[in-house]
């Protein structure tokens, strides 16, 4: 079992290596915009789902080898949060590398004094915040039941107060539910509260796991980016531009990689947190390009750089 994934491109925080901390899918919210899927475990019961140890072990290996990225980020296929080592993980991975730490979080949990204490030992931290009245917040992230909107509100105005890193708060919007005016103008209020230091806008870009999560255009969100002020960015990307972007940057680090050293495909999926498929179509149009070669060594296929 790996627990530990990437590292990915991301645009917000360079090459991420990612720490999974919980099970797919154990969350305090079941949002109908996510990809990972239905929320099989909705709880607000914090345990140690995923062991420590092993995460710890893993992580040691992946520097120990030489792993390059930007960030190590703990994200993943639920809350990160609800995972009660979270704290400790933060601290013992000051021990392993110097990359900044972020922790991607619904923020559902920070009106906890032991979940807000925890986070402290972060670089970075992303919470989200979709709606603000009750029926929105119900309707779009369908909550588990003990959840309050306002509880969790005062938990974000209260990490921000605590917290000496950077902490941005990402709001996604779907069409119709958490875009109307009274919700903007309840958003607006408290995210005055919150004061973040910027304000991520994000819609549905990816396949949603229900049909009712539908996105806002460039410009709607553009509309809503001017009237939060000067902090706002659109996190967004629809667009071809950005996805020839991120294959180029991709295209790079693996051409990066392969001049270093051969490696297997298995490697390769490892490293980069790619299917198996996936990488095997991006390989062929390198080798259609002239840019890398296969080699069979001991009874296994490496790629190399064409010299
Ligand atoms: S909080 Fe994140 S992981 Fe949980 S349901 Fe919402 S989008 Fe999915």
């Known amino acids: 079992m790996s627990y530990v994934f990437g590292p990915v491109p991301s645009r ?22 996510c990809q990972v899927g239905s929320t099989t475990k909705k709880t ?21 080898e030489g792993g390059e990225a930007d960030v ?11 995972n009660s ?22 923020g559902t949990l920070l009106y906890r004094d032991e979940v807000r204490k925890d986070l402290l030992n972060a670089d970075i931290v992303l919470p989200s915040l979709d ?73 549905v870009v990816r396949p949603p796991q229900n049909k009712r999560a539908l996105p806002l255009t460039m410009e709607e969100l553009e509309r809503i980016a001017k009237r939060f002020g000067k902090k706002t960015k659109i996190i967004a990307h629809f667009d071809k531009e950005h996805l020839s972007t991120a294959l180029q940057d991709f295209e790079k680090r693996v051409l990066d990689y392969l001049d270093r050293r051969p490696a297997t495909p298995e490697d390769l999926c490892l490293v980069f947190g790619v299917t198996n498929d996936k990488l095997m179509n991006f390989m062929d149009k390198l080798k259609d390009e002239g840019k890398v070669v296969e080699r069979v060594y001991d009874k296994k296929l490496y790629f190399q750089i064409r010299e």
């Open 12 to 33: 917000r925080l360079g090459f991420s290596l990612g720490i999974d901390l919980v099970p797919k899918k154990v969350c305090s919210l079941d949002c109908i915009y």
């Open 72 to 82: 190590v980020t703990m994200s993943g296929n639920g809350e990160p949060t609800l």
């Open 131 to 203: 709606a603000v009245t009750p029926n929105v917040f119900r309707a779009i992230n369908r909550p588990h039941r003990s959840l309050d909107i306002n509880k969790i509100i005062e938990g974000l105005i209260k990490f921000r107060d605590q917290f000496r890193g950077k902490y941005f708060l990402e709001i996604l919007f779907c069409k119709g539910i958490n875009d109307t005016e009274r919700e903007l103008e309840a958003l607006y209020h408290a995210i005055e509260k919150i004061d973040p230091d910027e304000i991520h806008l994000n819609t």
């Open 44 to 64: 607000i019961t914090r345990k140690e789902y995923i062991p420590l140890n092993p995460v710890v072990e893993e992580l040691k290996k992946w520097a120990y």
């Open 85 to 106: 080592k979270i704290g400790e993980l933060l601290i013992q991975i000051k021990d392993i590398t110097d990359l900044p730490t972020v922790v991607i979080t619904n």
